[in-house]
T-cell receptor, first 111, second 115 residues
Framework: KQEVTQIPAALSVPEGENLVLNCSFT??????LQWFRQDPGKGLTSLLL?????REQTSGRLNASLDKSSGRSTLYIAASQPGDSATYLC??????????FGTGTRLLVSP | EPEVTQTPSHQVTQMGQEVILRCVPI?????FYWYRQILGQKVEFLVS????????KSEIFDDQFSVERPDGSNFTLKIRSTKLEDSAMYFC?????????????FGPGTRLTVL
């Protein structure tokens, strides 16, 4: 059974800091890993999808890495801004379809 | 940019009542999903739907739940007799193809409150 865990559960940083969010999964036989952003009371916005054959994927100030063999992914956010404040979720598919989500990291970036 | 839409944004109902949550997936997508998130908990998979039938469902998705694609655009989740524990945020998602290169796109969610 696939279990996805994220640490830390919450993170508070001043604006401008670079930060790393961690995601670990127990079954390394994954096709991809997806990072989402969730604003309070809102839906899920896909940030990055990294394929199992890739080691990194970048979008703007975001960089996701994937190490399948160790069951880990990191989301690096450069030069954080108050607008980055949200909950960040990672998810891996069981098979091609059903996503298994992590517990999330709640990020607060202070001006 | 195309997006998944859901209605209503918030639904309040009495225990035992039937509710229908509606979703309009992205138009050229073929795979559809419902997930839910109980307050403070993980997002959980409920059901996937392809080619007018359920392709997978979780143990949460019991006989009280059903899904339907009544026309070419809507995708609905029906809960026949709501329970207090059905209170949650329900997310619809769609995917162009059920392959590993494809992102699942999520709607904004419907908050269901069962009193």
């Amino acid at each position: 059974k696939q279990e996805v865990t994220q640490i830390p559960a919450a993170l508070s940083v001043p604006e401008g800091e670079n930060l790393v969010l961690n995601c670990s999964f127990t079954d390394s036989a994954i096709y991809n890993l997806q990072w989402f952003r969730q604003d309070p009371g809102k839906g899920l916005t896909s940030l990055l999808l990294i394929q199992s054959s890739q080691r990194e994927q970048t979008s703007g100030r975001l960089n996701a890495s994937l190490d399948k063999s160790s069951g880990r992914s990191t989301l690096y956010i450069a030069a954080s801004q108050p607008g980055d404040s949200a909950t960040y979720l990672c998810a891996v598919p069981r098979g091609f379809q059903k996503l298994v989500f992590g517990t999330g990291t709640r990020l607060l970036v202070s001006p | 940019e195309p997006e998944v839409t859901q209605t209503p944004s918030h639904q309040v109902t009495q225990m035992g009542q039937e509710v229908i949550l509606r979703c309009v997936p992205i138009s050229n997508h073929l795979y559809f999903y419902w997930y839910r998130q109980i307050l403070g908990q993980k997002v959980e998979f409920l059901v996937s739907f392809y080619n007018n039938e359920i392709s997978e469902k979780s143990e949460i998705f019991d006989d009280q739940f059903s899904v339907e694609r009544p026309d070419g655009s809507n995708f609905t989740l029906k809960i026949r007799s709501t329970k207090l524990e059905d209170s949650a945020m329900y997310f619809c998602a769609s995917q162009r193809e059920g392959v590993s290169t494809d992102t699942q796109y999520f709607g904004p969610g419907t908050r269901l409150t069962v009193l």
